[in-house]
């Protein structure tokens, strides 16, 4: 209609190189993407979030756009985008980020293509498929996957706000807006799950304390002639020289 865009041809896109694509025939519609290597706790966490996490009342980015379906094919990744009216939003659940798909009809987010991201995780970009002006096809890449990648298509009626809205994606996932606090929140997701007291840093603290002690039981016992011989005496100090007793104060140390 007048306020959409028409859905892109089919597009081939080489899985490995360059990131150029082939116009193929048209389709309307095709199934829903449900393919992938491997399913990270990442994105478990982010399709949770919906159930324990609470969303920001408004998102840092959202415009229009449709998913695309990506099927691999040999050395080819084939692409076709959905019918379905969407939109693209960036928001923060419980202060971590979000990249969500959300179907304007239904207005529920997609819980497929919600991913957390943090800092450096993915880029949004175009992909070039000789058609650019009529395709405006857009890929969600994640850096240390790379056969984690996900295709959308603009159905904004023009393209006029296109490049300022994959600049304001890329400026919330990784720039000083929304990157850094989605950092933040990591470190201190992080150190919630990891406090000060862990338990490797309570046994050290008890390994010092019980050093401690021990030097205070060597005073006091010196001081009040409470051992024999005296452990701060020649004597004493004799016994601690054996080398038996070297070997057990060094395993203790270590």
């Known amino acids: 209609n007048s306020t959409h865009s028409t859905p892109p041809a089919r597009s081939v896109v080489q899985i490995e190189g360059s990131s150029a694509v082939k116009s193929r025939s048209r389709l309307s519609a095709c199934l829903q993407s449900s ?12 399709g949770a979030g919906g159930q324990f996490g609470s969303a920001s009342s408004e998102p840092l980015v959202r415009f229009k756009a449709g998913k695309c379906e990506s099927e691999p094919r040999g050395a080819s990744l084939w692409v076709t985008p959905t019918a379905r009216k969407g939109e693209v939003q960036l928001v923060k659940v ?3 980020l979000h990249f969500q798909w959300r179907d304007r009809t239904t207005m529920a987010v997609d819980p497929g293509c919600d991913h957390m991201i943090f800092p450096g995780d993915a880029k949004f970009e175009k992909v070039e498929t000789g058609r650019d002006a009529e395709d405006r096809v857009y890929v969600l890449q994640f850096s240390q996957q790379r056969g984690r990648r996900f295709f959308f298509w603009m ?22 807006d929304g990157g850094v606090a989605a950092g933040a ?32 039981a060597v005073v006091i016992s010196t001081a009040f002639r409470i051992e024999s011989p005296i452990p701060l005496s020649p ?18 140390a270590i």
């Open 94 to 96: 419980d202060d971590l």
């Open 35 to 46: 393919r992938m290597n491997s399913v990270n706790m990442a994105n478990l966490l982010a």
């Open 235 to 252: 004597a004493g100090l004799a016994a601690v020289a054996d080398w038996r007793a070297v070997v057990v104060i060094l395993y203790s």
């Open 155 to 176: 159905q904004a009626k023009d393209d006029a706000d296109d490049a300022s809205n994959v600049a304001k994606v890329n400026t919330a996932m990784n720039g000083d």
């Open 185 to 216: 929140a990591f470190s201190a997701a992080a150190a919630a799950a990891n406090p000060p007291y862990a338990p490797v840093t309570v046994t050290a603290h008890a390994y010092l304390g019980s050093l401690v002690i021990m030097f205070l």
